[in-house]
Structure formats: C-alpha cells, structure tokens
C-alpha cells in the first residue's frame, strides 16, 4: 500500500506562487499514476492534475497553463507547481490515485495542505 503526505501550501497573494509536494512511500511508487485534488469549502473534492507513471499529465481546464504536474521517482515524490495563483485555487489540496474516480480502490487519504490565496 501507498502512503501519501502533502506539504508546500501556505499563503499567497494572488498572482504568487506555491510548489507543493506528495512524498510517497511504497516500492510500487514508480509504476503508479498520482494526481493532485483539492477541496474548497463546501464543494466536493475535484481533480486538479494527474501525471502517469510515464510522465503523461492532464489537467482540470481551470487550471491549465498556470499549474503544472512532475515527479521524481527516484525521491518518491510528486510535485505541483502552482503559478499565477488566483482566489479560487484556495482549497486543501490531496494526492492519491486518479483511479479512485473510476471506482477503484483509493490510497489512504493524507493530512493534505492548504493554500490560501488572497486578492
């Protein structure tokens, strides 16, 4: 089993930038596709961005051209670099399997991280 743990949030005034980091522990880390989530207060958790064990990525059309996914599987480590931020990207952010969504079986969930973006 994968365990996930989310770090890098803070706060930003809009137009700043964060990087977050999804540290993975498990030997089956580097096969395994990771995406980032995130959930606002009083809205449902939604998918931001996801990368594949490959390298593939795709993104949240709120998103796109101002966020975007890597990893590093030698560190075992997702990142999501976060640009141009506006108001709305504030949320808890997560990661864990994009294959949850399609009714598999998801990673315990971490603490996730918070970003706030001020205006």
């Known amino acids: 089993q994968v365990q996930l743990v989310e770090s890098g949030g803070g706060l930003v005034q809009a137009g700043g930038s964060l990087r977050l980091s999804c540290a993975a522990s498990g030997s089956t880390f580097s096969i395994n596709a990771i995406a980032w989530y995130r959930q606002a207060p009083g809205k449902q958790r939604e998918l931001v961005a996801a990368i594949s064990s490959g390298g593939s990525t795709n993104y949240a059309d709120s998103v796109k051209g101002r966020f975007t996914i890597s990893r590093d599987n030698a560190k075992n480590t997702v990142y999501l670099q976060m640009n141009s931020l506006k108001p709305e990207d504030t949320a808890v952010y997560y990661c864990?399997?994009?294959?949850?969504?399609?009714?598999?079986?998801?990673?315990?969930w971490g603490q996730g991280t918070q970003v706030t973006v001020s205006s």
């Open positions: 864990n399997t994009p294959l949850g969504l399609r009714g598999y079986s998801w990673y315990d």
